[in-house]
């Protein structure tokens, strides 16, 4: 089983890593030009978060491979979009 520790660490890390490409993504809505860098970081981000919940998920009770199959759909689905934008 994941330590209670471990778990709420990462799932700090994926909502950091949400937040940061959500701002990335806004911010390429807003204006035309925007930083490719910071992008591109916030979709690096979202994938090794990504990885990182996988690799947690071998260590994890049923109760916490629930939480993390949510928090992977909302990595996903925000990096689904912000690769769909055209970047």
Partial sequence: ???????????????DAIRYAEEQYKQS???EQYNDDNYTQALQALEETYGDIAKMANFA????????????????QLQN??????H
């Fill in 1 to 15: 089983m994941a330590t209670r520790e471990s778990m709420d660490n990462l799932m700090q890390q994926c909502e």
């Fill in 29 to 31: 809505s807003l204006q």
């Fill in 81 to 86: 979009s912000m690769i769909l934008k055209g």
């Fill in 61 to 76: 009770n049923s109760q916490q491979r629930e939480q993390l199959h949510r928090m992977r759909l909302q990595l996903q």
